[in-house]
């Protein structure tokens, strides 16, 4: 459920045009909490950061 959310966050911001440096880094911090809290796995973690990346 994690992981669909952070995409649909990651969606919208992209949408809106505030997917700034500045958010994909504060994005990026949260992503490694979720991952270390067992909330998303090692290949959902990877999928997200390359969308994040992909147009910052």
């Known amino acids: ?32 909490v979720f991952l270390l809290a067992g909330r998303i796995d090692d290949k959902e973690y990877r999928e997200l950061l390359e969308m994040i990346t992909s147009f910052t």
Do not use: H, N, P, V
């Open 1 to 32: 459920m994690t992981y669909q959310i952070c995409i649909r966050i990651i969606d919208i911001a992209k949408k809106r045009g505030q997917a700034t440096e500045a958010w994909a880094s504060d994005m990026k911090t949260k992503l490694d």
